[in-house]
């Protein structure tokens, strides 16, 4: 798949003037329909006035193909972590309200746990054996202040959840070491969670929270990894296709200095 031309199929081309003459006869065509503009994006040429211009210095950094791909993968990394985090503050939301009204839940609990005892039986599924019913039977028995504790704890990981996200989804470097390391102090925690019992949800949200790390440190150069920051970013300005014509109107100018020079000497 061509990242650039899906992204911009979706939002647009990302054109851009530069003011400087010889840098913008290298991103210009003159064309029988028009003037055309090359995209930062994709490299194709678009027709018509430009999206943007101004100095090159202020020309957008628009990442480009594999850049493109990763950010795409962190911008879904992002999206679950918001998921999680919209689960975990429903459930301290859930955890305050039972402590506001545990009686009243009880109440209603007891009278519907009978019904849920007749479903069960005719599926074949055993209440006692469920640790859900467990585990609820046993909010009923935790003390106030042990809920509020419980409440905090949830949302203290709903945030550190959304503060993932938020830097994940600007594509920001704080945001990726933020990742990595509040997603690598809850592993020995889901790792624990595997040894008691083995179920799909939690096998995927290991593999998931796993290849997430090892794709970070590997891919984003972090901690001194693949290069580092040094090599990161390198990366990002080489790609850019700013950059890149940029290079070129400099290394022609050379060529043109040194053909003067040679040209004099003779």
């Not at 027709?47 to 480009?64: C, F, K, N, Q």
């Not at 992002?78 to 009243?104: D, M, P, Q, T, Y």
């Not at 070491?177 to 008691?196: M, W």
Request: aromatic share 8%; proline share 5%; hydrophobic share 45%.
């Amino acid at each position: 798949m061509d990242f650039s031309l899906w992204t911009c199929a979706a939002r647009g081309h990302e054109t851009y003037a530069p003011t400087e003459p010889e840098l913008a006869a290298r991103l210009h065509v003159a064309t029988p329909a028009g003037e055309s503009w090359r995209c930062l994006r994709c490299g194709d040429f678009v027709p018509g006035e430009p999206r943007r211009t101004g100095p090159a210095d202020d020309a957008p950094e628009v990442p480009r193909g594999r850049l493109l791909r990763d950010r795409l993968i962190m911008r879904l990394l992002a999206a679950e972590r918001v998921i999680r985090g919209i689960v975990f503050i429903l459930l301290g939301a859930g955890v305050l309200k039972l402590r506001g009204s545990r009686e009243h839940w009880k109440s209603n609990w007891d009278k519907d746990l009978p019904l849920i005892r007749q479903l069960a039986d005719q599926i074949g599924f055993n209440p006692d054996h469920s640790k859900i019913i467990r585990g609820i039977d046993k909010a009923f028995t935790l003390s106030p202040n042990v809920l509020i504790w419980i409440a905090v704890g949830l949302f203290a990981y709903a945030t550190i959840e959304l503060i993932e996200a938020v830097g994940l989804w600007l594509v920001k470097r704080w945001g990726e070491y933020f990742a990595v390391i509040a997603t690598s102090i809850f592993l020995p925690l889901e790792i624990y969670e595997l040894t008691e019992k083995v179920t799909v949800l939690r096998a995927g949200a290991l593999l998931v929270n796993v290849a997430a790390v090892i794709w970070l440190l590997w891919s984003k150069r972090l901690f001194g990894l693949n290069g580092g920051a040094a090599k990161y970013h390198a990366e990002h300005h080489s790609e850019s296709l700013m950059t890149v014509e940029r290079a070129a109107v400099a290394a022609q100018s050379e060529q043109r200095t040194e053909r003067i020079v040679i040209q004099r000497a003779q």
